[in-house]
């Protein structure tokens, strides 16, 4: 939090926190005006990865025998 892009540090939990809430209120979702009353509303939420289960080798029918 309060980090410039350029300092070369991962994101936190607070970043994916405020991402969430933002991507969420884009969303048009009913939700407090700041992420921190959000966050403390839900304080049993979880954050998961989404996992990429594309085929890192897909077959010849996927690429139309070509």
């Given at each position: 939090?309060n980090?410039?892009l350029?300092?070369?540090?991962?994101?936190?939990?607070?970043?994916?926190?405020?991402?969430?809430?933002?991507?969420?209120?884009?969303?048009?979702?009913?939700?407090?005006?700041t992420?921190?009353?959000?966050?403390?509303?839900?304080?049993?939420?979880?954050i998961?990865?989404?996992?990429?289960?594309?085929?890192?080798?897909?077959?010849?029918?996927?690429?139309?025998?070509?």
């Amino acid at each position: 939090m309060n980090r410039r892009l350029g300092d070369g540090v991962q994101p936190g939990v607070s970043d994916w926190c405020c991402w969430a809430w933002v991507l969420l209120c884009l969303k048009g979702e009913n939700l407090p005006d700041t992420w921190q009353k959000w966050v403390a509303e839900n304080p049993d939420m979880e954050i998961l990865p989404v996992v990429d289960e594309t085929n890192p080798n897909p077959t010849d029918a996927a690429t139309d025998g070509n």
